[in-house]
């Protein structure tokens, strides 16, 4: 047989009469013929060392000095390779797809016994996939690979962003206005900075902007900051390698900045970047490149940023808490989620959507306002904007009597602070007054927490993270406050 490499010095190691037996097969006329049809075929000793290769196998594996690797740990010519575990276990692997850059081979992977039926070696032979005899595994291994790219479409389904600037309920000339900007910022594929008031809708609109862009369909990726403790958000953005860290994922971690590639990166509370990761971030937004952690591999991105914060940015790099520079980066155009207060003639629609909504959750048949809910309503000032009127309608819907809610529904949670309606009947101030006297401890404890995290948070003009520090308590049991307590 033509043997493209011979046994070099260290492959000695086998008593003579193993390496001759094995030289023996490798030399059968019609192991050769064989050998010849298959794209790689390789022959390993009981220690799983490369004892010989057939002519193409080296090609096919781009080494340079085929001679070197024999004597070597299989593994160290082919990492993935399972030769080792068939000479051990002495168990044949009989049919094996692998995947070679951009084509697929058929492996057979066989023990070799000598007379004593003794393992002493094993041998790997590999197949290209267009071999007739092999297509319906070839195609079965094909399907699964359909089926598996297709559960990740679903997958990416899960990632794509609900609403649409239709769907952002509004009339008002405020909201209208704000949609109008929105959808001519989402075709320019420009940074966009949302800015307003905590539960304006702000999340809402990054959804729009990217459903409205060119981007539409790629992920909608959002990575809330303030949620995510400080020194996790460097992996969060953009990933870590195997083992980078302690506690690391043994896989590694995607990043965001991955998963959003082509899409949308939506930056929740920017405000709360802390001032390391600005610079990091600054360096991918100018140069499109990024590292995982605990790799030195670049690799590019190509994602829309959204930003959105409820502080006044301005204000933070004036005080020197945001870099400048990113600032601009982000800000290219901005965009003012109004405050409810100013578009209360937004009130009796978002109360319908709400409503409707609400009652479909929980099951329930429709309700709708009283004109004397309604007016309720209107008299408050909404410092949580559509978010608190969400809670305050749940709230009222779980404690309504009747179909049609009524002004004492919406008292009983608003408060009669609130509620300074001058022709407001005595008899219900009377009954809601009574309602929040008295009340179940966890209820009144919930009301205390709310309290002192809202003063906490006017205290430090909105940055969650100094509001935390200024309860003692970290910011993500913070941010969990604010979810349960519905703040
Ligand atoms: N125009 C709207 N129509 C219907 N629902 C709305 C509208 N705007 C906001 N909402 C609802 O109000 C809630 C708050 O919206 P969103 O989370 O987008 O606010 P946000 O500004 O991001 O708040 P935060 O600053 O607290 O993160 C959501 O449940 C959202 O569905
Ligand atoms: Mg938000």
């Known amino acids: 047989m033509r043997q493209s490499t011979s046994p070099g010095p260290r492959a000695h190691h086998l008593l003579p009469d193993e390496l001759a037996h094995l030289h023996e097969v490798a030399n059968r006329s019609l192991f050769t013929q064989f050998a010849e049809l298959c794209e790689g075929a390789l022959i390993v000793d009981r220690q799983a060392r490369v004892v010989w290769m057939n002519e193409k196998y080296p090609l096919r594996l781009g080494l340079r000095d085929p001679a070197a690797a024999i004597g070597q740990p299989v593994e160290a010519m082919l990492p993935n390779s399972q030769m080792r575990e068939v000479v051990e276990s002495g168990r044949p692997i009989m049919l094996d797809i692998m995947d070679f850059g951009s084509e697929s081979f058929v492996v057979l992977r066989l023990p070799l016994r000598n007379e004593q039926d003794e393992v002493i070696g094993g041998i790997g032979l590999m197949l290209l996939d267009d071999a007739k005899g092999l297509a319906p595994l070839v195609s079965r291994y094909h399907q699964l690979h359909r089926e598996l790219a297709d559960t990740r479409s679903k997958l990416a389904e899960a990632r794509r962003a609900k609403y649409t600037l239709a769907s952002i309920v509004g009339h008002s000339h405020a909201c209208l206005e704000v949609k109008s900007q ?26 729009a902007i990217h459903n409205a862009s060119l981007r539409a369909d790629k992920p909608f990726v959002a990575v809330n900051i303030a949620a995510v403790p400080e020194s996790l958000l460097e ?4 990933g870590a390698a195997p083992g980078a860290y302690t506690g690391a994922d043994r896989k590694g ?14 930056l929740d509370e920017i405000g709360d970047m802390p001032t390391a990761l600005q610079a990091k971030l600054l360096r991918v937004l100018q140069e499109g490149e990024y590292e995982a952690l605990g790799s030195d ?22 005080e020197g808490r945001f870099r400048a520079d990113l600032y601009y980066r982000l800000n290219v155009v901005t965009l ?56 305050v309608l749940e709230r009222a819907l779980m404690m309504a009597d009747t179909d049609v809610l009524q002004a004492g529904d919406i008292r009983r949670i608003l408060g009669p602070s609130t509620t300074a309606a001058p022709d407001a009947p005595t008899e219900e101030a009377e009954e809601a007054a009574a309602a929040v006297a008295v009340k179940p401890l966890s209820a009144a404890i919930a009301e205390a927490e709310r309290q002192a995290i809202r003063d906490a948070l006017r205290a430090c003009d909105g940055n969650k993270a100094r509001a935390a520090s200024l309860l003692g308590i970290s910011r993500t049991s913070f941010y969990e406050k604010l979810s349960t307590l519905q703040i």
């Open 336 to 391: 003012t989620m109004p405050p409810l207060r100013e578009r209360m003639d937004d009130l009796p629609l978002l109360c319908e959507y709400l409503l409707d909504a609400l009652c479909q959750r929980m099951g329930m048949v429709a309700h709708e306002l009283s004109a004397g809910a309604l007016e309720a309503l209107r008299q408050h000032r909404w410092p949580g904007n559509i978010r608190e009127l969400q809670n």
């Open 253 to 266: 971690r995607e990043g965001k900045f991955r998963l959003a590639d082509g899409g949308t990166l939506f």
């Open 297 to 318: 591999r670049l690799l590019s991105t190509d994602v829309r940023i959204v930003a959105a914060t409820s502080r006044d940015l301005s204000k933070e790099v004036q």
């Open 182 to 207: 929105a959808r001519r910022a989402a075709r320019t594929g420009a940074a966009v900075l949302i800015q307003g008031e905590t539960g304006t809708g702000k999340e809402l609109l990054a959804q």
């Open 235 to 238: 992996s969060e953005f953009f």
